[in-house]
């Protein structure tokens, strides 16, 4: 992705030249996060949506297709630290965040992902597979009434990813699919901590819309690379599948073998 690659940092440069330009910096302080020492070996790739747009369904596809070409691959969850998930689920259950701490939450425990997991195995030459990365943050805390300079201000240490896939769904349809799989919203997925309705299904819409809005400005201005996902599971797969490849081949991997690709969006043979 020919797109800044550290975030918060305003110049146009490659994933891989900019990691290449951090080398110097590892120097001086090898483990933080702020000083990486040299994650080029690896690739980022981050999936972004509203939850229900299929995110995780298209990552396990992606992560599967990898692992067979005989890629190292790590993959990562939003709010999976172990460090802090027992805190943030029990502000969550009580309903004791407000939007900055909700944000700061989630910023803790995106950073001891970063430097404990994401950033080492860059280093090692890991695909580092992101479901929801640092434009999460963006779109919710600033749709939560975080200031959007503060919110991008604290993920600034963390690198672009080489691929973000924004998977791009109504709303509708969105819920409709979560509600095939259980019963009920989740508080704070239907926005409820906003007032935004008494309603969970009406806070949903509203809520998300309004997420919806955000990722659509950060497609422009974090070049995103949104993903019809109003379609069947194996076209978009196809599709994220062939961006992955192009990735390959722009920044240097050129191992992999195209037959898996070509083979998975074929008719399969009537028995
Ligand atoms: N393209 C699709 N069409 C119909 N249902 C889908 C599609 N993609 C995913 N699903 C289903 O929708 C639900 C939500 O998908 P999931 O991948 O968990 O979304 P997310 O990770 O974005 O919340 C799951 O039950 C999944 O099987
Ligand atoms: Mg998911």
Redesign the pocket.
């Known amino acids: 992705m020919d797109k800044t690659t550290h975030a918060g940092d305003g110049e146009a440069r490659s994933g891989r030249a900019a990691r290449k330009g951090m080398r110097s910096r590892a120097k001086l302080s090898p483990r933080r996060a702020s000083a990486v020492s040299d994650p080029s070996a690896g690739r980022l790739i981050a999936v972004e949506?509203?939850?229900?747009?299929?995110?995780?369904?298209?990552l396990h596809l992606l992560e599967q297709w990898l692992r067979h070409q005989n890629l190292k691959v790590f993959k990562t969850d939003w709010n999976s630290s172990e460090t802090v998930k027992q805190i943030t689920s029990r502000g969550k259950k009580k309903g004791l965040l407000t939007p900055t701490t909700f944000s700061l939450l989630h910023a803790t425990d995106f950073a001891d992902r970063y430097e404990r997991n994401i950033l080492p195995l860059l280093e090692a030459g890991y695909f580092v597979l992101a479901?929801r990365y640092i434009f999460t943050a963006y779109a919710r805390d600033i749709v939560r009434g975080c200031h959007p300079g503060w919110v991008k201000k604290i993920y600034s240490y963390a690198l672009k990813p080489d691929l973000t896939f924004y998977?791009r769904v109504p709303v509708d349809i969105a819920v409709s699919?979560?509600l095939?799989?259980r019963p009920k919203l989740k508080y704070y997925e239907a926005g409820m901590d906003m007032n935004l309705s008494n309603d969970p299904y009406e806070s949903y819409r509203i809520f998300q819309g309004r997420i919806v809005e955000q990722y659509e400005s950060l497609v422009e201005s974090e070049g995103l690379v949104a993903i019809d996902?109003n379609?069947?599971?194996e076209e978009?797969q196809v599709e994220v599948r062939e961006r992955v490849m192009k990735l390959l081949g722009e920044k240097g991997i050129g191992a992999m073998k195209t037959e898996a690709l070509q083979e998975y969006g074929k008719p399969r043979p009537r028995a």
Do not use: L, P
């Open positions: 949506g509203v939850d229900g747009s299929g995110k995780s369904t298209q479901d998977f699919r979560i095939m799989g996902a379609r069947g599971i978009q």
